[in-house]
């Protein structure tokens, strides 16, 4: 017999959301899972404003990967009003892209300690080696982003602050004592995990499912044809009273759903065969801390960040072109649309999150497994809730 | 001390119990209190973290001595207008952190409209809701707030310290907190000494410092209103009780 069974607030994720799972004999036959925090309205709030205000305001779309919502808003409206970067601004943006991945990806393994540790002494041991690695990703987030949380350095043309050198050579003098820190807490990570896959008797494909990837480079991001977004409403998707109270849109790439993150940008850059399952994307997502702080040092070392980096010139477009603007968050693709007019005010703002497309990831992964195992599922998807009902 | 009534001690360890919960926001003030990063460890180890989606297993608010709010609350969201009930019930003492549960932040702007739910529009800070308003003792202004204020916060919360306490306290009451209100509150009154603290303290750079006539100057589009300008003014407490001194 079918059974329908839903769950409200799944615990260690971020913000409050829902499970929706026809359950027949203890397997998930069909499952939804959705976001139940209020819609905040950034794309309507931000109509009619200065488009210059835009990254300082949409960086408050979320307090976890706050950086590259700045980013990619800064990316779009550059887009659409024609603004020349310095490439110098760039490589420091990408350096900030990937100093919140490192911060935002151990903050989920912080999150999951709770699961991967029985021992409450064991996970204060292993968070407070986190910390030490997620200070330094805060000191680089701080000294170039002008704040941890919310950085308001980044800017429509580039980056307000260059990055002194004698600051540079401090952060690369710390450098090499961080990624040792971070490779032991990553193997202490991987025990803990394996630990957990054998005590609740998860096989290694738990989770798998066969829908495409979406990502659009490993490290920063390239632009992407937005008129492939389109989006089903909750009422389209969903029955009974949840088409009333979700509260995220479901984006499909190509009229397809797809998964986006640490999964997809290694099947699409790296080569990578997927094996299927969410155990990996514990694994590749701690490999990328690794491949993203060896790539902050690649960069700081390689460039030089004094001077200028701030191109200062008034946005101003017709109201008709739509910008883009991609960043590869630590979740997966970031995309903002923008249009501008002709006295730099923005008429038009679309936002497509990470969050928002892995949502039929992780409904299809819960095809197929027990249902009292689904939130393992969901935790392992990272999801950002409050991003989802942007 | 406010937490050490009947009911703790029949538990057997004496620890505070601390909640964390989130409204409408953007889980960054949560985030900010883990990016105290070693001293965060030392606090989840001394106090009882008893409640946050987060970092707990919970799903039903237990009873607690602190809650910690971030966010407001939408008013037409079913979900949240249960939550604030709860929060009525369950906890003590509340402590309204950052921007949005203190003052409105950036809430005050959203206008709703936007899809799959337009009727999401009127965003209400924790501080103005008179169900929950005898239990708001402190509000802590920022957006987010600094990770050292609120270690400096807990340790004062902790300790009893009443001094370090006060501003905080009186922060609850305040609804001037945009930088317009440095100006008319400061600068037009002539309080202004030109030090410079509200354009360190603002998370957004909308106050700026003006070098020619050493005073502030203000973007208006760049403001969340979240009240760390006039916290961190020292000239902005004179409307306050002053201390006496005899």
């Given at each position: 017999?079918?059974k ?11 913000g ?9 004999e ?29 990254p300082?305001?949409t ?13 990619a ?18 490589k ?16 989920h393994q912080?999150?999951v300690?709770?699961?991967?540790f ?20 805060g000191?680089v987030l ?15 043309g ?5 990055l ?16 040792e ?6 193997s ?16 290694e494909?738990f989770?798998s ?43 499909l ?8 993150g640490?999964?997809a ?10 094996k ?6 514990h ?8 491949e993203a ?8 070392e ?22 883009v603007?991609?960043h ?7 995309v ?16 497509v ?16 497994i027990?249902?009292t ?6 935790r ?10 942007h | ?11 057997e360890e ?11 926001s ?20 001394t106090?009882?973290?008893v ?17 910690f ?9 079913p979900?949240?207008l249960?939550?604030?009930k709860e929060?009525q ?22 206008c ?10 009127s ?15 402190y ?7 600094n990770p ?12 009893v ?13 305040s ?23 509200c ?7 909308a106050?700026?410092?003006n ?7 203000f ?8 009240g ?19």
């Open positions: 017999m079918r329908v069974v839903k769950l409200e607030g799944i615990p260690l994720t971020e409050h959301s829902g499970l929706y799972l026809e359950v027949e203890g397997i998930v036959k069909k499952g939804f899972y959705y976001a139940l925090v209020p819609v905040r309205g950034f794309e309507t709030l931000l109509l009619g404003k200065d488009s210059r205000v835009a300082t305001i960086t408050r779309i979320c307090g976890l990967c706050q950086v590259t919502h700045a980013i808003s800064a990316r779009a409206i550059e887009d659409a009003a024609g603004i020349e970067v310095p490439p110098e601004a760039e420091l943006r990408e350096v900030l892209g990937l100093a919140v991945r490192i911060y935002n990806n151990l903050l912080i999150v300690s709770e699961d991967l029985p021992e409450r002494r064991e996970q204060l041991a292993f968070i407070r080696e986190v910390q030490g690695v997620r200070k330094f990703a000191t701080e000294t170039i982003g002008g704040e941890i949380i919310h950085s308001p350095n980044v800017k429509v580039g980056v307000s602050e260059p002194e050198e004698f600051v540079k050579e401090k952060l690369l003098s710390e450098i090499d004592g961080v990624l820190k971070l490779k032991n807490s990553f202490v990570f991987k025990e803990g995990l394996e630990d957990l896959w054998r005590r609740e008797g998860l096989s494909d989770g499912h066969n829908l495409g990837y979406f990502a659009t480079d490993l490290y920063y991001g390239n632009s992407v044809p937005f008129e492939k977004f389109t989006f089903l409403l909750p009422q389209e998707l969903l029955e009974g009273e949840l088409r009333r109270r979700v509260t995220n849109l479901f984006p790439f190509d009229g397809k759903p797809v998964e986006t640490p999964r940008r290694a099947v699409l850059f790296k080569g990578y065969t997927p299927g399952g969410v155990k990996e994307l694994l590749l997502r701690g490999e990328e801390n690794i702080l060896l790539r902050i040092k690649e960069i700081l390689s460039s030089r960040f004094e001077g200028e980096l701030w191109n200062q010139k008034t946005p101003s477009s017709d109201g008709e072109t739509l910008g603007g991609v590869e968050a630590p979740r997966g693709t970031n903002h649309a923008v249009k501008v007019d002709k006295s730099g005010k923005i008429v038009y703002y679309k936002i999150v990470p969050t928002e497309l892995n949502f039929f990831a992780v409904g299809e992964a819960l095809r197929g027990p249902a195992k689904a939130e393992y599922v969901v392992a998807y990272d999801p950002c809730i409050v991003c989802a009902a | 001390m406010f937490y050490r009534d009947k009911l703790s001690f029949e538990d004496l620890k505070l119990k601390v909640g964390f919960l989130h409204f409408s953007c889980s960054g003030c949560q985030v900010a209190f883990l990016d105290m990063f070693e001293e965060a460890v030392e606090i989840l180890d106090v009882e973290l409640y946050s989606n987060m970092l707990t297993k919970k799903r039903d608010l237990p009873p607690m001595d602190v809650a709010v971030e966010g407001a609350l939408c008013i037409e969201d979900h949240h249960h939550l604030i929060l019930k369950k906890a003590k003492l509340i402590v309204a952190v950052g921007g949005c549960a203190s003052f409105g932040g950036v809430r005050r702007l959203s709703g409209n936007q899809l799959p739910q337009p009727q999401h529009q965003f209400v800070p924790i501080t103005e809701i008179d169900l929950v308003k005898s239990k708001v003792k509000a802590i202004p920022g957006c987010p707030p050292s204020l609120l270690y400096s916060f807990l340790l004062a919360l902790l300790e310290n009443e001094e370090f306490l006060l501003p905080f306290e009186l922060m609850t009451f609804t001037k907190v945009s930088g317009i209100d440095i100006f008319t509150e400061v600068v037009n009154k002539g309080f202004c000494v030109g030090c410079g603290t354009s360190t303290a603002c998370p957004t750079r106050i700026t410092y070098y020619e006539c050493s005073k502030p100057a973007s208006p589009g760049l403001c969340v209103h979240c760390s300008c006039l916290a961190a003014c020292p000239q902005s407490f004179k409307p306050y009780p002053q201390p006496t001194y005899t």
